[in-house]
C-alpha cells in the first residue's frame, strides 16, 4: 500500500530541510572547546573562593609550622589560578583557545584541588583544635609531598601560554 500523499510530503520535506541545513562540523567543534574553556574558567573561579574560605578560617586559629606551610601553599595556587585566568581570558577574548589536550590536564587538577579544599574546609569548620591536633600535620605533608598542585598549575600555564 503506497503512502498517503500527506505522509509523503511530510517525509520530502524532512529530507529537504536535511539536506539544506549544512552544518560546519569544525565551526561546532570549535564552538564546544570554548565552552569547555569557559566551564573551566568558572571552575576556577569557584574554587579560588572556596581556598579563600580555607586562608579566612586558617587566619582565625593559633599558627603552628604547618598551618603556615600549608598557607604558603595555598596562596600560591590561587597565584597560579589567577594568572591561569588572565592566560585563558586574555586568548578566549581574541578566539584563540589552547589546545584541547590541556583541557583534561586541568580538569583532573581542578577536582583533586575541590576534594582537598573540601577536606580542609570540613576539618576547619568542625574543631580547631582537631586541626592542631590531629588533621595540619598529615595534611600539610599530603599538600606538598603527594599532592603537588601549584607545581601541576604551573605547568598548565606553561602549556596554555604557548600558542
Known sequence: MPPSNC???????ILQ???EQTFDRNELVENDLFSEWLGETRYI???????????ALLATKRSTLEEKIIRKELHLLLTNYAEML????????IGDKPEAAHIERLRTLNFAVRQETRRLLKA????????????????????????RFTDEAANINRAIRTV
Open 7 to 13: 505522509l509523503r510530503n511530510f517525509r520530502l520535506g
Open 17 to 19: 530541510a536535511m539536506t
Open 45 to 55: 573561579a569557584e574554587l579560588i573562593v572556596d581556598i579563600t574560605d580555607c586562608l
Open 86 to 93: 588572565s592566560i585563558l581570558h586574555s586568548r578566549l577574548a
Open 124 to 147: 576547619l569548620r568542625y574543631n580547631f583544635n582537631y586541626v592542631e591536633q590531629y588533621f595540619e600535620f598529615d595534611f600539610c605533608a599530603h599538600l606538598t609531598q603527594e599532592c
